[in-house]
């Protein structure tokens, strides 16, 4: 054989050899790459507690609430079971120390969790920069449309809701859907936002609505 020859196929050979070899890594940086990507949904996924995935698998009938908790934004938070004004308006939690940091629940309504249909009601204060902070305001800055709220009540049951929808409306303008007594089992929080024009006067409302987690 004659050498150059051999030296060319060799130098074929070595050269095939190491193409040969950054494609097997490149096939194993994607095939890692792939065997990753499962996992990574799978942790996006995972913000539904154990507690919420068990309860989908139950029937859980209307309870009276009395706390609420949200990962990340609230520990459990006292919900307190409210009437209404003399112009039907549901009453806020009182204005105290203790009050700015706990929920108002719309007992007239006669619509709690596990209800099969209409809205389940919360309030909470916002307060004033000058004046401190208070549950609206943490709401404001942290509930954001995918976080789950779990509500426990009586008897020790608890029912789950993920937040589907987050709107800021005018304070003059129509909430109809917040006092809806039909249509799907959902739960709303409603609080002041925008711009404080005196005691009580906010120029708008910021209400979250979620809808019970099913799977």
Not at 8 to 22: K, N
Not at 60 to 70: A, N, Q
Request: with cysteine.
């Amino acid at each position: 054989m004659n050498p150059a020859s051999s030296s060319t196929s060799t130098h074929h050979l070595r050269r095939a050899a190491h193409m040969a070899l950054v494609a097997g890594a490149a096939l194993s940086t994607v095939l890692t790459m792939l065997n990753a990507a499962p996992a990574a949904a799978t942790t996006a996924r995972t913000g539904t507690p154990s507690t919420c995935r068990r309860q989908a698998e139950q029937v859980v009938g209307e309870f009276r609430p009395t706390s609420l908790s949200s990962r990340h934004v609230i520990g459990a938070t006292r919900i307190l079971a409210r009437g209404r004004d003399a112009h039907g308006v549901p009453l806020p939690p009182p204005l105290t120390n203790t009050g700015k940091w706990e929920f108002a629940w719309d007992q007239k309504s006669h619509i709690g969790p596990g209800s099969r249909h209409g809205v389940v009601r919360l309030t909470a204060h916002t307060y004033p920069n000058f004046a401190g902070t208070a549950l609206g305001n943490r709401l404001l800055a942290r509930l954001r449309v995918g976080q789950v709220l779990v509500v426990s009540g009586t008897q020790g049951r608890q029912l789950c809701y993920r937040v589907t929808r987050r709107v800021s409306v005018r304070a003059n303008k129509s909430q109809s859907a917040y006092y809806a007594t039909g249509g799907a089992p959902r739960l709303a929080i409603l609080v002041c936002s925008g711009r404080r024009r005196g005691p009580g006067d906010w120029t708008r409302r910021t209400i979250w609505f979620a809808s019970p987690i099913t799977q």
